[in-house]
């Protein structure tokens, strides 16, 4: 069968996202073109994340629901699923076409040449000396642009697959990295968030510069309104890359900084290598160089024998630090992970419970800081309409946070504009443009056009 068009699903994380973007651009460069829904696709790639079981069983469920039509898409499998399970996915279902882990994402154009002869390949692996960064890359955004720089991760918290499903760490080439973004900025967008795994565990393989360097290399291109990046290990975190987020009033007023547990005697069992008081300072250092930050982390709940007590701990570390968002799990044990073997597991119900609780208390704490910005006014780099009616806008300010504001005619997509917060929820603030006098003030803090 030829195969004329593609619809991509995308689960997990930002690189995820960022995978589907490279995938595209290789179906397109294989005479591929994009469909409006899976529905009508001749070939739909799932790309899939593993880092918790529930999405596994979602990509198997999703491969019985397409196989299942009376004229079955192609199934192509990418992404952490792919280099997890590997040839085993060709026996879910006849239609299942191709197999490509997030390692051989480059290869993809060889994969759909050996589909056209009617093989089904099977691409995974990794290796140590490349990145997938780099090939033919499809936006899906006009005003932000994301750039890998590290892939994989060498940390081995015992919970976590992206090692395996990922890989051993590989930073790109400074170079390389700047090239990117300078081509981004040439094409009119305003924002690079930088991506990877430990990305503050950086080291150009040809110079050995830093993350230090690195960010402030590329909030230095004419052009770029801001930069972003994501995730940081907190022990990698040094002085040098404070000192950076201090200065440079480009670099995103936002960082998320994963601490997963508040209690050390889990934090051990995890393998994180760094203690609750070492988080806490680093914290502290932060927020004096940088007043304002707006802070998110993850945090695990359930991991296997985590108490009552510990689980207490985790609680009170949210209300010292006063996180604007919170990304909290149930502990799912992964393939080949220690923590799978640990004893002993915690009860569903317990982690439900648990997990409730911390929602509940991450939600207030959310909701009285965004509420503390009512009557403030925010430059917010417009993304597009807002999902909740066509004649608003949704943008982020430079702490990352999602605002939505009736639309003026005053603006369009990928301006940075002045909104003053007139509410506010736990998830996102709403604005309004003030009057330009009323804005004056803000257009004198160098907001760029209002
Ligand atoms: S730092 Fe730990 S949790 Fe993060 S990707 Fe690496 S192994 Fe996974």
């Given at each position: 069968m030829r195969l004329r068009t593609y619809f991509i699903e995308t689960w997990g994380c930002q690189m995820n996202r960022h995978d589907s973007e490279l995938i595209a651009?290789?179906?397109?460069?294989?005479?591929?073109?994009?469909?409006?829904?899976?529905?009508?696709?001749?070939?739909?790639?799932?790309?899939?994340?593993?880092?918790?079981?529930?999405?596994?069983?979602?990509?198997?469920?999703?491969?019985?629901?397409?196989?299942?039509?009376?004229?079955?898409?192609?199934?192509?499998?990418?992404?952490?699923?792919?280099?997890?399970?590997?040839?085993?996915?060709?026996?879910?279902?006849?239609?299942?076409?191709?197999?490509?882990?997030?390692?051989?994402?480059?290869?993809?154009?060889e994969a759909l040449t050996a589909l056209d002869r009617e093989e089904r390949p099977v691409l995974t692996g990794f290796d140590a000396a490349d990145t997938t960064a780099g090939g033919e890359i499809v936006r899906s955004s006009s005003t932000r642009g994301m750039v890998t720089v590290v892939e994989g991760c060498n940390e081995f918290c015992t919970f976590c697959v992206v090692p395996y499903t990922r890989g051993r760490e590989r930073s790109r080439a400074f170079a390389e990295v700047l090239a990117e973004v300078r081509g981004l900025a040439a094409a009119g967008l305003r924002e690079v968030e930088l991506l990877g795994q430990t990305i503050n565990s950086y080291r150009c393989p040809a110079t050995g510069a830093d993350f230090a360097e690195l960010l402030q290399a590329v909030a230095a291109i004419p052009g770029l309104a801001r930069v972003r990046f994501i995730t940081s290990h907190p022990r990698h975190f040094n002085e040098r890359l404070i000192a950076a987020l201090a200065a440079c009033p480009k670099i995103s007023r936002y960082l998320h900084l994963p601490v997963q547990s508040g209690s050390d005697r889990i934090l051990a069992r995890m393998h994180r290598r760094s203690t609750r008081a070492e988080y806490l300072e680093l914290i502290?250092?932060?927020?004096?160089?940088?007043?304002?930050?707006?802070?998110?982390?993850?945090?695990?709940?359930?991991?296997?024998?985590?108490?009552?007590?510990?689980?207490?701990?985790?609680?009170?570390?949210?209300?010292?630090?006063?996180?604007?968002?919170?990304?909290?799990?149930?502990?799912?044990?992964?393939?080949?992970?220690?923590?799978?073997?640990?004893?002993?597991?915690?009860?569903?119900?317990?982690?439900?419970?648990?997990?409730?609780?911390?929602?509940?208390?991450?939600?207030?704490?959310?909701?009285?800081?965004?509420?503390?910005?009512?009557?403030?006014?925010?430059?917010?780099?417009?993304?597009g309409d807002s999902r909740r009616d066509q004649w608003w806008w949704q943008g982020r300010g430079e702490d990352n946070r999602v605002l939505n504001f009736p639309k003026t005619g005053r603006e369009a997509i990928g301006d940075i504009v002045g909104v003053r917060v007139v509410a506010a929820g736990a998830h996102a603030l709403i604005g309004e443009r003030p009057s330009l006098s009323a804005l004056l003030p803000v257009l004198e803090r160098g907001i760029g056009a209002a």
């Open positions: 651009g290789q179906l397109r460069a294989h005479g591929l073109a994009p469909a409006l829904s899976a529905q009508g696709a001749d070939l739909v790639v799932l790309n899939t994340c593993s880092v918790r079981e529930r999405p596994v069983h979602k990509v198997v469920s999703r491969i019985g629901a397409l196989a299942g039509r009376p004229e079955p898409p192609v199934i192509g499998i990418c992404g952490c699923v792919a280099e997890q399970e590997g040839a085993s996915l060709l026996k879910r279902s006849g239609a299942v076409g191709f197999v490509v882990g997030p390692g051989e994402l480059r290869r993809l154009g502290s250092r932060l927020r004096r160089s940088v007043p304002g930050i707006n802070l998110s982390t993850d945090v695990i709940v359930g991991f296997p024998g985590e108490e009552e007590e510990d689980f207490a701990q985790s609680l009170a570390l949210l209300e010292e630090v006063r996180f604007g968002q919170v990304f909290a799990f149930a502990f799912s044990p992964r393939p080949r992970t220690p923590a799978a073997r640990y004893r002993p597991q915690v009860p569903e119900a317990t982690k439900t419970e648990r997990l409730h609780r911390l929602f509940e208390l991450s939600d207030r704490i959310s909701l009285e800081l965004n509420r503390e910005l009512i009557g403030s006014t925010i430059a917010v780099l417009i993304d």
